[in-house]
């Protein structure tokens, strides 16, 4: 019964990493740019706050603390000057600098174990917090939403050009997202370090990235709400096939492939078509019911 109910709690544990991974993809996604620099800022947050707790003696606290201080000015450093880029360049330029992260990983081995890897990270992540920081990541992009930063946002993704003719300061607004979006991959990389007590080069490459992609694209792009729907059925989709053996891949791929297909915004767009017919059908059946007050012909 405890192994059970010890699964469970890892799965949900997973589903928390990856849903904070996806919020970061998702805000960048949803002011129009490309950038997959993610994972490199996972690993930032990951390796920063393991050295310092376990070769310096840190707290939790103060070596969060100063992993994403490393991770934010790592990324306004960065996005200075690739942000200038857009499209395919932007996404190639970001990839090759969590290329170069992961090799600083692989080669300073007297800090991070190199490709062995980094044992013994204290255990200082709950489930409680992880699920926690969602919710505040949560609540946060619904609050952003009704602002005039949510509204730049919008007008960036649509239109840059026409977005800058009505004075907002494009570069400063996509720089500021950028950093945000690093931080909260810095945090999960924080989180999951100090959850399984090992980190590796190996769980921040390439693949990794597309996997949270994958998760984006899937729960679709539209809405923060397709972050948490993408990652967790795709996160817990694998235990759920568990039972087909080596066909589980195969089935996930079917899975992934069907929803691109039928709906190439995401599951999301399922949930926003009922939430549309829904108001559909209330304003037609106010629409034609009559006054209380006239009289009925004869």
Not at 108 to 132: H, I, K, R
Not at 161 to 181: A, D, N, P
Request: hydrophobic share 55%; with cysteine.
């Amino acid at each position: 019964m405890i192994d059970i109910l010890l699964s469970y709690k890892n799965v949900f544990d997973s589903i928390c990493i990856n849903v904070i991974l996806t919020f970061s993809i998702y805000a960048t996604l949803a002011a129009g740019m490309f950038a997959l620099a993610n994972i490199g800022f996972m690993a930032i947050g990951a390796y920063v706050s393991a050295i310092l707790t376990t070769h310096f003696g840190f707290d939790f606290i103060s070596a969060n603390v100063v992993a994403l201080l490393f991770a934010g000015v790592g990324a306004f450093a960065l996005g200075k000057p690739v942000l200038k880029l857009r499209g395919d360049y932007l996404a190639v330029a970001t990839i090759a600098f969590g290329e170069i992260v992961r090799t600083i990983a692989l080669n300073a081995e007297s800090l991070t174990g190199g490709a062995l890897g980094l044992n013994n990270v204290p255990q200082y992540t709950a489930t409680w917090m992880l699920a926690l920081f969602v919710l505040v990541l949560a609540a946060f992009f619904i609050a952003v939403q009704r602002t005039q930063l949510g509204t730049a946002i919008r007008a960036i993704r649509d239109d840059e050009l026409v977005t800058s003719s009505f004075g907002i300061h494009v570069t400063r607004y996509k720089l500021v997202i950028f950093v945000f979006s690093s931080l909260v991959a810095a945090e999960a990389g924080v989180l999951s370090a100090h959850l399984n007590f090992f980190i590796s080069p190996t769980e921040f490459t390439f693949h990794h990235e597309v996997q949270v992609l994958a998760f984006a694209i899937f729960g679709g792009i539209g809405h923060w709400l397709g972050a948490i729907i993408g990652a967790g059925t795709l996160t817990l989709l694998p235990e759920v096939l568990r039972g087909i053996g080596t066909y589980k891949e195969f089935a996930i791929g079917l899975v992934i492939l069907g929803t691109i297909i039928y709906r190439p915004y995401g599951l999301y767009s399922i949930i926003e078509s009922l939430l549309h017919r829904g108001r559909r059908a209330k304003q037609l059946g106010s629409t034609h019911q009559p006054d209380e007050g006239v009289a009925n012909p004869r």
